[in-house]
């Protein structure tokens, strides 16, 4: 079956620090990869996505990379804000037209000044 | 501007009472979903609806009825809320994915239900 996991949190940065959330998946079929993010009070909104292998998902300074030898797409940003701070979701397309999503269990991200 | 709109940000119900939670999105989506969200167990599905009148169940449907009457409206139903419903429900749209494409799914800010 489909699943997706993602590293523990939380994760604690000081700005400006590398950041890298990981996360692997298990699929049947090609699904479509994306990265949620949650910010204090909302609801989820989608920061970037990958439709197949190789594709590198970009968004506001954040990218992962569709891995299907190592069934990873990865979160990496290069230096992190405090505005960074939210709870990060990897997710799993699947189901065809019903278009339907497995997520991950979200990792919170804590960026100090 | 695309828009996921929820009926109520928080709402505190007794044991035991019937509980409407509404979301309404103006982007003309076929599918619609409810979602709980809760510590350590990130978004769970509760039912999705990919029409008006259809609907299928998700992965924890159990307590929950829904109900999709017009195109935009996608209701959830808690019969006889319990302690164990107290969470954080989500309600998302999208368009219908094709073979090997999926889209992404809009999201609303949420409803906090907590259950007494």
């Known amino acids: 079956g489909n699943s997706v996991t993602q590293m523990e949190g939380p994760v604690t940065l000081s700005e400006e620090a590398f950041l890298t959330i990981n996360c692997t998946y298990t699929?049947?079929?090609?699904?479509?990869l994306f990265w949620y993010v949650q910010y204090p009070g909302e609801g989820l909104q989608l920061l970037l996505k990958?439709?197949?292998?190789?594709d590198k998902g970009s968004n506001k300074g954040f990218e992962a990379t569709y891995r299907k030898e190592t069934t990873s797409f990865h979160l990496e940003k290069g230096s992190v804000q405090v505005s960074d701070s939210a709870v990060y979701f990897c997710a799993l397309g699947y189901g065809g037209a019903t278009n339907k999503l497995i997520f991950g269990t979200g990792t919170l991200l804590a960026v100090q000044p | 501007d695309v828009k996921v709109t929820q009926s109520s940000r928080y709402l505190v119900k007794r044991t035991g009472e019937k509980v409407f939670l509404e979301c309404v999105q103006d982007?003309?989506?076929?599918?619609m979903f409810w979602y709980r969200q809760d510590p350590g167990l990130g978004l769970r599905l509760i039912y999705f609806?990919?029409?008006?009148?259809?609907?299928e169940k998700g992965d924890i449907p159990e307590g929950y009825s829904v109900s999709r009457e017009k195109k935009e409206r996608f209701s959830l139903i808690l019969e006889s809320a319990s302690t164990n419903q107290t969470s954080m429900y989500l309600c998302a749209s999208s368009s219908p994915g094709t073979s090997g494409t999926y889209n992404e799914q809009f999201f609303g800010p949420g409803t906090r239900l907590t259950v007494l």
């Open positions: 982007m003309d989506h076929e599918n």
């Open positions: 699929a049947t079929g090609y699904p479509s």
């Open positions: 990958a439709t197949k292998a190789d």
């Open positions: 609806s990919y029409d008006v009148k259809m609907k």
